[in-house]
């Protein structure tokens, strides 16, 4: 069973979203829980409400993709549920709809396009937190909820996609957040409990260099490294991974690859 969590980096576009069928076809013997994060800028457009923006990033990508006109009706129609009540809208609510397009539009496009027989796991049902922080925009992880319903999923569907980045309150269930940038955080929590043999970060970055390759040409690409010096980096201003994600995994052995989205012939990092 493999986690495959793809960024807003990654699928920022038609042309990215259209490499996503190759790259499962790469997994077709696995199980695979695809985690994505909102499609490009879109959690900063809901962080500054700005909707329309969103609204026409949506429709531009769904007509790229040449979505029937009722598939774009019908994201559309969950965008709008989502908004009905957008005056009362807290703020882990309001930028949740950024990771619930993207999977949506994940799913109608591989399902109705592709033929991959693949269903959707709502992220928060499944994955708590403690209380909202108000001050940090952000909640502490808690607990993940397995039930059958997932792991029934997963062995008859194969495929399922799921959002990385929200969570709710465990003794609430109102909607909270991981904190920005939390979707690889989300990718390890699944991949622990779910027992993965991989979590595969794809990035717009090869993986992790001896120094930073935009100020120093002779950077080297490291194809591996430890659970202890990924986190240590990460701890140390290093952004390419949440490091929560490394310290979640660690106990557990399970590796983490980080692969560059548009440039899937590099190597990578491996952590493990
Ligand atoms: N979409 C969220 C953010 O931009 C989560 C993530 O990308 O990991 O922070
Ligand atoms: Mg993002």
């Known amino acids: 069973m493999k986690v495959l969590k793809f960024g807003g ?151 399922v996609v799921t959002q990385g980045f929200i969570a709710s309150e465990w003794n609430s269930q109102k909607i909270t957040t991981l904190g920005r940038e939390g979707s690889d955080y989300s990718a390890a929590i699944f991949g622990v409990a779910l027992g993965a043999d991989e979590i595969i970060l794809f990035k717009d970055v090869d993986g992790f260099y001896t120094a930073d390759p935009k100020l120093d040409s002779t950077a080297k690409l490291l194809p591996a490294l430890s659970y202890d010096d990924a986190f240590a980096l990460c701890s140390n201003g290093c952004t390419i991974i949440h490091p929560q994600t490394i310290d979640h995994v660690k106990l557990h052995r399970i590796p983490i690859v980080i692969k560059n989205f548009h440039n899937l012939n590099k190597q990578g990092t491996r952590i493990n």
């Open 9 to 159: 980096g990654c699928l920022k576009d038609s042309k990215s979203i259209q490499k996503l069928p190759k790259i499962l076809s790469g997994f077709s013997d696995e199980k695979i829980l695809i985690v994505v994060s909102a499609f490009g800028k879109m959690t900063n457009m809901l962080e500054t409400h700005n909707y329309e923006a969103v609204f026409s990033f949506i429709n531009q990508i769904m007509k790229e993709l040449h979505f029937k006109s009722s598939d774009i009706a019908l994201v559309l129609a969950k965008q709008k549920k989502h908004l009905q009540s957008s005056a009362k809208l807290s703020y882990a609510y309001r930028v949740s709809l950024g990771e619930y397009l993207s999977s949506y539009i994940v799913k109608i496009y591989l399902r109705n396009y592709h033929n991959v027989y693949i269903s959707e796991l709502d992220a928060v049902k499944h994955v708590f937190t403690g209380s909202w922080n108000s001050k940090l925009n952000s909640a502490v992880f808690h607990s993940i909820h397995l039930d059958d319903n997932l792991v029934q999923l997963l062995t008859f569907n194969k495929t």
